[in-house]
T-cell receptor
Framework: DGGITQSPKYLFRKEGQNVTLSCEQN?????MYWYRQDPGQGLRLIYY???????QKGDIAEGYSVSREKKESFPLTVTSAQKNPTAFYLC????????????FGSGTRLTVV | AQKVTQAQTEISVVEKEDVTLDCVYE???????LFWYKQPPSGELVFLIR??????QNEISGRYSWNFQKSTSSFNFTITASQVVDSAVYFC????????????????FGTGTQLKVEL
C-alpha cells in the first residue's frame, strides 16, 4: 500500500543534541512538507520541498534543517538551536498536479529530556 | 495573508446528537481550496473533503455534510447522529489556488476543534 512512513513514533532528545526525524513516501509525490503541531496552535509549516535537491523555508524554519536527496525521502533535523523542540511533527506529501490535499504520515512525537 | 479561524476549541456532545464545527477563512485569492481533516488519537491526519472556491454546492457523505458559503467566508462541517468514533480533532485548512512553481501547495490550517462524543 502506498503511503508515508515516519519514524520513530516517539523520540527523546537531550538538551544540546541534534536529532533527525525520518519521512519516506512511496506515492511518487513530488512535493513534501514538514509541519509542527503544538496544543492549541494547529499545524505550522517548517519546510517544504517541491523537487529533489530543492527546499524552501516555511513559517517557522529557525532551528531546523532538511535535505531532499531522493524523491522518496525528506528527513528533518531538529538542531540544538531550536529552543523549544518538544512537539508533534507531521510529514506530508502531495502530487505536483491535481492538488487534492496532503497525504500525512502518522507523526513523530519529540520530547526534550 | 491567508488565515483560517476555528473558534470552537472543544465541543462535547452526547452520542446521536448533531454537531456543527465552524470554520471561517480569509484570503485575497479568487481561486482557492478548502479542506477538512480528521485527527484521531493515533495522530495521523485523515482527509475528509476538498472544496474549490467555484463550487458552492453543499456536500453530503453519509453522516457528514459541509456547508460552503462564500458570502460569509465559511466552510462549516456537520456530523449528524454523532458516534463515539467521531471523537477526534478536526482541522479546517485553506490553500492557494495557484500551485507553487514546480508543484505542491501550501496549506494554512486552523487551530482545530476537539470533538468529544460521549455515551
Amino acid at each position: 500500500d502506498g503511503g508515508i512512513t515516519q519514524s520513530p513514533k516517539y523520540l527523546f532528545r537531550k538538551e544540546g543534541q541534534n536529532v533527525t526525524l525520518s519521512c519516506e513516501q512511496n506515492l511518487n509525490h513530488d512535493a513534501m512538507y514538514w509541519y509542527r503541531q503544538d496544543p492549541g496552535q494547529g499545524l505550522r509549516l517548517i519546510y517544504y520541498s517541491q523537487i529533489v535537491n530543492d527546499f524552501q523555508k516555511g513559517d517557522i524554519a529557525e532551528g531546523y534543517s532538511v535535505s531532499r536527496e531522493k524523491k522518496e525521502s525528506f528527513p528533518l533535523t531538529v538542531t540544538s538551536a531550536q529552543k523549544n523542540p518538544t512537539a508533534f511533527y507531521l510529514c506530508a506529501s502531495s502530487p505536483d498536479r491535481d492538488f487534492d490535499g496532503y497525504t500525512f504520515g502518522s507523526g513523530t512525537r519529540l520530547t526534550v529530556v | 495573508a491567508q488565515k483560517v479561524t476555528q473558534a470552537q476549541t472543544e465541543i462535547s456532545v452526547v452520542e446521536k446528537e448533531d454537531v456543527t464545527l465552524d470554520c471561517v477563512y480569509e484570503t485575497r485569492d479568487t481561486t482557492y481550496y478548502l479542506f477538512w481533516y480528521k485527527q484521531p488519537p493515533s495522530g495521523e491526519l485523515v482527509f475528509l473533503i476538498r472544496r474549490n472556491s467555484f463550487d458552492e454546492q453543499n456536500e453530503i457523505s453519509g453522516r457528514y455534510s459541509w456547508n460552503f458559503q462564500k458570502s460569509t467566508s465559511s466552510f462549516n462541517f456537520t456530523i449528524t447522529a454523532s458516534q463515539v468514533v467521531d471523537s477526534a480533532v478536526y482541522f479546517c485548512a485553506l490553500s492557494e489556488g495557484v500551485a507553487f512553481t514546480g508543484g505542491g501547495n501550501k496549506l494554512t490550517f486552523g487551530t482545530g476543534t476537539q470533538l468529544k462524543v460521549e455515551l
